[in-house]
């Protein structure tokens, strides 16, 4: 049994959750999300993105200034450019836990429709 008394958070745990809650945050958009995956083919600059995206410069570095400051991705600058990178590559093993979740809901959905009409 866990040596924390029950129904209280710990100091140290709440600090765990809320650094993990900060990361989880920087990535509920789906701007964010793209990046992340585009990011994850290898390393992007500004422009790139902001074509692909479709909005404009500041938007995108607004969400980089977010993923940077969750430790998500970092910047590397060659010559004029700053190119960024994936900090951490396993943050896409959170987007195959999520895409898991879509296909289990989906399933349940499916599921549940079926036996509406039976």
Same mark, same amino acid.
């Given at each position: ?47 790139e993105l902001t074509e692909m995206i479709g909005v404009d410069v500041s938007t995108v570095s607004?969400?980089? /200034? =977010? *993923?940077? +400051? ?9 010559? !004029?450019?700053?190119y960024y990178i994936l900090r951490i590559p396993c943050i ?7 895409? /898991? =979740? *879509?296909? +289990? ?9 079926? !036996?509406?009409?039976?």
């Amino acid at each position: 049994m866990s040596t924390a008394k029950k129904g209280k958070i710990s100091t140290r745990t709440q600090a765990r959750l809320e650094a993990r809650a900060k990361i989880i945050k920087a990535l509920a958009h789906p701007s964010r999300l793209f990046i992340v995956e585009e990011l994850s083919k290898g390393a992007r600059c500004v422009n790139e993105l902001t074509e692909m995206i479709g909005v404009d410069v500041s938007t995108v570095s607004r969400h980089l /200034s =977010v *993923l940077k +400051a969750a430790g998500i991705v970092q910047d590397n600058k060659h010559g !004029t450019q700053i190119y960024y990178i994936l900090r951490i590559p396993c943050i896409l093993n959170f987007f195959d836990c999520i895409e /898991s =979740v *879509l296909v +289990a809901n989906a399933q349940a959905h499916m599921k549940l429709l079926k !036996t509406r009409r039976a």
